[in-house]
């Protein structure tokens, strides 16, 4: 099965841009697809991006459409989140999450331990 581990958080300012990497070690990636959601203090955590396991499709919150993009690199092994024009209300704990293709409920059963993004008004 497979390990996440996030990187890239940190604090900066609204409008500027972050980039968070997820790697990923064991299992076989091209089986996996990958997601990142957010849980900010006092929310749930909620869905952000995902995209298949080849790259070749993504979905994205409405909230982050337009800022964020998501991608992946299958032989490094990665998934990234590019966030842009960053807003003070995208300060939350990101997570990587991994789910198998075969999985036809879309669950996500592997997550990282989660990197810290603050933005700060």
């Known amino acids: 099965q497979v390990q996440l581990v996030e990187s890239g958080g940190g604090l900066v300012q609204a409008g500027g841009s972050l980039r968070l990497s997820c790697a990923a070690s064991?299992?076989?990636?091209?089986?996996?697809?990958a997601a990142w959601f957010r849980q900010a203090p006092g929310k749930e955590r909620e869905f952000v991006s995902s995209?298949?396991?080849?790259?070749?499709?993504?979905n994205y919150a409405d909230s982050v459409r337009g800022r964020f993009t998501i991608s992946r690199d299958n032989v490094k092994k990665t998934v990234s989140l590019q966030m842009n024009r960053l807003k003070p209300e995208d300060t939350a704990v990101y997570y990587c999450?991994?789910?198998?293709?075969?999985?036809?409920?879309?669950?996500?059963?592997?997550w990282g331990q989660g990197t810290q993004v603050t933005v700060s008004s």
């Open positions: 064991g299992g076989t990636f091209t089986s996996y697809r």
């Open positions: 995209i298949n396991w080849s790259g070749s499709s993504s």
């Open positions: 999450a991994a789910g198998r293709n075969d999985d036809l409920r879309n669950t996500y059963n592997y």
